[in-house]
């Protein structure tokens, strides 16, 4: 048996919220967690007012996550072909960025934020062409960790972002040891995490997410 591989094209699909006008002064650019669709995690952004322009990419693999209801979700890499999928969701993003960047104001602050799978996903993205990096003011991993298998020794531009790390207390893929874990992690690699705890579980909150813009008002 001989494995090959060929490039195609594929079409990509993204929700945004908001609309692109001079009074734009914040622009998201919001991955979802394992199983999830866009347009779910975007209903979380959606009363934001007009100073905000969201953009949510889906991820390239569907499948079905309940096959008796008919649910279908989206996710942004397996195992399988792993470094082929983080090229391909990185053009994506890449494109995404590309694409409405150049259309917003010059000073509009630029927010990643990534839930679960999505955080790590915005991470591999931004690091996968370095040392060009996506321009970005913030960083939000929420309830997702920083990769694991990079080599943060060569991406120094990286630690002098603005990062956060937010979760919630109860949360069920996330434990205490599972925490200090990855605050070691960090620490070791000299990556400063600004970390945000809340009462909840492995969900993104709406009264949270208000309180964490507080910051960047």
């Known amino acids: 048996m001989n494995h090959h591989s060929i490039k195609i094209e594929k079409t ?11 009074k734009v002064k914040y622009f998201w650019m919001v991955a979802h967690g394992y199983g999830q ?6 209903r979380k952004f959606e009363h934001l007012g007009e100073e905000h322009f969201v953009v949510a990419p889906e991820g390239l693999s569907n499948f079905y996550w309940d096959t008796k209801k008919g649910t279908v979700g989206a996710s942004w890499l ?5 470094l082929d999928e983080i090229a391909d969701f990185s053009r994506y993003l890449w494109t995404i960025y590309n694409h409405f960047l150049p259309q917003l104001p010059n000073n509009v602050q ?9 955080g790590t996903t915005q991470v591999r993205w931004v690091l996968n062409n370095y040392p060009t990096m ?3 003011d ?3 991993l929420w309830g997702g960790v920083l990769p694991n298998d990079l080599d943060y020794a060569q991406y120094p531009d990286f630690k002098k972002q603005s990062i956060y790390f937010v979760c919630g207390d109860k949360d069920e893929f996330l ?3 599972k925490l200090k874990a990855h605050q070691d992690f960090a620490e070791a690699r000299g990556i400063v995490l600004k970390n945000v705890s809340f009462e909840g ?16 008002y």
């Not at 397996?78 to 792993?82: M, S």
């Open 78 to 82: 397996t195992k399988h072909h792993r």
């Open 175 to 177: 434990d205490a040891e």
């Open 201 to 216: 579980r492995h969900e993104v909150l709406v009264p949270v997410l208000n309180r964490l813009m507080a910051d960047f």
């Open 12 to 22: 990509a699909h993204y929700y945004t919220h908001g609309q692109i006008t001079p």
């Open 110 to 118: 630029v927010m990643l934020f990534g839930f679960s799978q999505g």
């Open 138 to 140: 913030h960083l939000i």
């Open 134 to 136: 996506p321009r970005f």
């Open 37 to 42: 669709l866009a347009s779910s995690i975007l």
